[in-house]
């Protein structure tokens, strides 16, 4: 997590099988090889995020949108906040269990190294983030509940079309050269 601004990490919250983190930048910060060993997704909050990749070249999310980073992805990544305020995102790495649990080996990407994107207009992300957060913070309930809640986020991406990989890989994708 040392890569995504822990000098500024406002609170962290985690479970065996989720982690949520707020990210805040006062600046532009350019992430160059950048390795998510978990699947991560970035609800932008403030500012924008810029993601290079040489599969798919420029994808750019804007404040509202989710940007979702599939396990064994490497990246450059940018976070670029708005004139006069900080650049502010919430990130949610899923375990592979999670993952593994919705979405099957029918549902693997072309390339795994496919960085997706729900815009806030339609998809509504932010609503899901909430309901994650709701869950991870909600200590009242078994343990054996919350893990059912937290597939919640997971089989939403499934129903707008997200596609993740089961699989896990150790090791950066080779196909997932940076481009800068």
């Known amino acids: 997590m040392s890569d995504l601004d822990t000098n500024h990490k406002l609170a962290y919250s985690e479970t065996n099988s989720i982690s949520i ?3 805040s930048q006062a600046t532009n910060a350019k992430f160059i090889d950048l390795y998510f ?3 991560a997704l970035f609800f932008i909050q403030k500012g924008s995020k810029r993601v290079l990749i040489a599969v798919q070249g420029e994808i750019v999310g804007q404040e509202g949108d ?16 708005v004139l006069n305020e900080d650049y502010r995102a ?3 790495s899923f375990a592979h269990d999670l993952v593994g649990q919705v979405f099957t080996r029918s549902h693997t990407p072309k390339a795994i190294a496919d960085i997706q994107i729900l815009r ?8 899901i983030l909430e309901l994650t957060k709701a869950t991870v913070s909600n200590h009242n309930l078994p343990e054996s509940i919350r893990e059912r809640r937290l597939l ?3 089989i939403w991406l499934r129903e707008q079309g997200v596609i993740l990989p089961t699989h896990t890989n150790e090791q950066p994708n ?3 050269d940076v481009c800068c």
Do not use: K
Request: net charge negative; aromatic share 8%; with cysteine.
């Open 21 to 23: 983190f707020p990210i």
């Open 37 to 39: 060993r978990n699947t």
């Open 66 to 81: 989710l940007m979702i980073f599939p396990s064994g992805t490497m990246v450059t990544m940018e976070n670029r906040p």
């Open 90 to 92: 919430v990130g949610v």
């Open 120 to 127: 806030d207009d339609p998809y509504r992300p932010n609503d």
């Open 152 to 154: 919640e986020p997971l």
């Open 174 to 176: 080779s196909s997932c």
